[in-house]
């Protein structure tokens, strides 16, 4: 199976501050990557799929990145409803596996 | 607007079977996989598995072989996961999700199983 190392497993970070969330793949899964936000008692929403493509109605600040088997979730100008649990998938080969999450506060 | 609509929340006795559903609406009920995925507060999220509403093909994760089993009935633009010999190890919240856009883009809204006696 493909492992997806996620990290880190929370954070705290201050209004319109920056913040970065990464994860690792075991192996080559090329840009079959998606990103997840998972907000208290909702279910997960897409927010980056093919690894850098915006899903729909996502906002602008929300960005994707890859290098090599690492994948990069990049937040700028962190608003109050970027609360929550965030999550990468990896659809390359079942099976499919998610990294385990990260909790995001705002300060 | 597509919606995936699941059933209620269930209570069900260890050993026994549930049949959770995901009714599909907004949008060509074949065109898209349907997937399931488990998620719990220590395991975090599991995917399941994995149906072709047009084929009814499937693919499983090994660790839910004998455990989840997945259908659809096309009539309704529904699909199914049935769970057998239940443990408490199965309680936990049950997604179905649609594969578009190269990522689930359409969740339901979750139903939570409970295995209690």
């Known amino acids: 199976d493909i492992q997806m190392t996620q990290s880190p497993a929370s954070l705290s970070a201050s209004l319109e501050e920056i913040v970065t969330i990464t994860c690792q793949a075991s192996q080559d899964i090329g840009n079959y990557l998606s990103w997840y936000q998972q907000k208290l008692g909702k279910s997960p929403q897409l927010l980056i799929h093919?690894?850098?493509s915006l899903a729909d109605g996502v906002p602008s600040r929300f960005s994707g990145s890859r290098s090599g088997t690492q994948y990069s979730l990049k937040i700028n100008r962190l608003q109050v409803e970027d609360t929550g649990i965030y999550y990468c998938l990896q659809h390359y080969s079942a099976p499919l596996t998610f990294g385990s999450g990260t909790k995001l506060e705002i300060k | 607007q597509v919606q995936l609509q699941q059933s209620g929340a269930e209570l069900v006795k260890p050993g026994t079977s549930v049949k959770l559903s995901c009714k599909a609406s907004?949008?060509?009920?074949?065109?898209?996989?349907m997937n399931w995925i488990k998620q719990t507060t220590g395991q975090g999220l599991e995917w399941i598995g994995i149906i072709n509403p047009g084929s009814g093909g499937t693919s499983y994760n090994v660790k839910f072989k004998g455990k989840a089993t997945l259908t659809v009935d096309k009539s309704s633009s529904t699909a199914f996961m049935q769970l057998s010999s239940l443990t408490p190890e199965d309680s936990a919240v049950y997604y179905c999700?649609?594969?578009?856009?190269?990522?689930?883009?359409?969740w339901g809204q979750g139903v939570m199983v409970t295995v209690s006696s």
């Open positions: 907004g949008y060509t009920f074949t065109s898209n996989h």
């Open positions: 999700a649609r594969y578009g856009n190269s990522g689930f883009d359409y």
């Open positions: 093919s690894a850098t």
